[in-house]
């Protein structure tokens, strides 16, 4: 018999809670992108970049909502599903950092705002990698 919990139990662990609240916030940010895509659809260089920042946007929405969920949950396909759409996430932000014209409008950043930002993907990937396969938070999960 496959047990469930409540859906408004509160996960085991502090870090668990955060990372779905995280997750929620990600998935929220990832809406607010697809917003300003309709809205400054015209600033790209394409039709086709457009579409493929939908897209990316469209699948970081559901992929961070339905994590929150499994975090949530405590299920493994949760923590999974978490991993590999935070490293996803991470390296295309590294990415449109260091080539601005392929996701968004070129901007110019200063050197110590590029190191910032990109520290800041690579630890926003690092920690949760780090945290959830730590051995007593990985048997939390099914």
């Known amino acids: 018999m496959i047990k469930s919990k409540p859906f408004l139990q509160r ?15 990600l998935a929220v940010l990832s809406l607010a992108n697809l917003l300003l895509l309709m809205a400054g659809a015209d600033s790209f260089s394409g039709l086709g ?42 390296i295309t932000n590294l990415a449109a950092l260091f080539a601005p014209g392929i996701f968004q409008a070129p901007q110019n950043h200063s050197t110590v705002s590029l190191i910032l930002s990109g520290l800041r993907y690579l630890i926003s990937f690092i920690l949760p990698f780090w945290y959830l396969n730590l051995a007593h938070i990985k048997a939390l999960f099914d």
């Open 11 to 25: 996960p085991a662990t502090w870090g668990v809670f955060v990372l779905t609240l995280w997750a929620l916030l």
């Open 49 to 90: 970049v457009v579409w493929f920042i939908f897209i990316l946007s469209s699948g970081y929405s559901l992929g961070f909502i339905l994590s929150a969920y499994g975090l949530w949950q405590q299920k493994n396909w949760g923590r999974f599903l978490f991993l590999w759409t935070v490293g996803i996430w991470s």
